[in-house]
């Protein structure tokens, strides 16, 4: 009897033995299958980062070729300005893991405004060269047609006008770089409001040769937060209605570049908060820049 016992309790050890040997194989054939599935998944993570960044990459060459055909140096400086911010995002991208999930997608997101920009850039720098292609041809043809023409044909002083208007256009001055600063007494950078004696405004008027050279009038509108304005020292018609400036200034523009710099004296009470100053010439406001100032 004894015997038999043992015999049985020997073959349930035996049994229950084959059973847990069965299923760890098991759970080690599922713990293969899950690390060949995620070796699988961080090969494709690390395929995806690559072409992400050679999209980047694509996207900063593309800004570097745009660039050989603009010569507006406002539009020049948006453009290195998309272009450095896509070599940032590259630079960032390789040093991202390809496993941190979070910043991958999120560097994704980033691409995909980043090629929307860069798709708006290239509509505009094509519509420009073909917008400054129409116009100097049509210019050329005009100024060549006056010419044969000026003692035979009255009218062509009407479609001189109609093609100025259209010139005119391409001709409009742009400021950039402006900048406003609040001056003490002995010439140097105020902090507080209570120190300012005057304010230097500084800017450039960018290259444009299709704009006539000669002198220039520029004004500057210097506003307070509560938009009244600083220093007024005069006012000027703009779209049909007179407006007070700050300052003005006689300029001579040749068609390239010209650094310009106004200064405004400070006579009344000034508070902490934003200060805009708006760039005029030729009646068309040309650009305006801001600055905060603290009490």
Known sequence: MKKNISLAVGLLIVALASSLLMGCNGDAKKLADKEKELEELRQLAELDKREMENQYA??????????????????????????????????ELKHTKANSSAEILRLKRELATVRAVLRDYIRQVDSLQQLNMALIGERDQALADAERQRAENSNIKDQNTQLNERVAIAAQLNATGITVTPIKKNGKVAKRSKDITRFSVSFAITRNVTAQAGNRTVYVRLLKPNQQVVGESGSFSYENRTISYSAAKNVEYTGQETHVTLYVPVSEFLGAGSYTAYIFADGQMIGSGSMKIDK
Not at 67 to 80: E, G, P, T, Y
């Open 58 to 91: 694509e996207f900063a060459s593309q800004y570097g070729e745009l660039k050989k055909n603009v010569r507006d140096d406002s539009l020049m400086a948006r453009l290195n300005e998309e272009q450095a911010r896509a070599e940032a995002l590259l630079k």
